[in-house]
């Protein structure tokens, strides 16, 4: 009978990008949603690609995570593992990509500019 060490698998830690707000460029967007939640979306620009928007960051209570720009027909979708973002012109929503809705009925409010540094 041979003795076969077995080990347990440890749980995977997922890691989470840490986005620095005060380095961030483009344009920040805060939304109001149903249930006064509160999205802020940053467009990224690139120096490279300014006509073309590849990603966002999108902040819900506290939590930002990077999204990549999806096709769509109608609007533009970002996501990543975690979230879905969809701009549309007239409510925007977000969702995890479980399809549960984080925040629904979403309307822009204010815009800033941001320099980064």
């Not at 989470?16 to 961030?24: C, G, S, W, Y």
């Not at 990549?68 to 109608?74: A, F, G």
Request: proline share 1%; net charge positive; with cysteine.
């Amino acid at each position: 009978m041979q003795n076969a060490n077995v080990t347990t698998p440890q749980a995977q830690k997922m890691q989470v990008e840490k986005v620095d707000k005060a380095l961030q460029k483009g344009e920040a967007d805060r939304y109001l949603c149903q249930d006064d939640k509160v999205v802020r979306v940053v467009h990224a620009t690139h120096k490279k690609y300014k006509k073309n928007l590849h990603y966002v960051t999108v902040t819900f209570q506290g939590v930002s995570e990077k999204l990549t720009l999806m096709i769509s027909e109608r609007g533009k979708n970002y996501a990543n593992i975690r979230w879905m973002w969809q701009e549309r012109d007239d409510f925007s929503t977000l969702k995890t990509n479980l399809g549960e809705i984080l925040a629904t009925q979403c309307v822009s409010q204010t815009s800033e500019r941001l320099s980064g540094q």
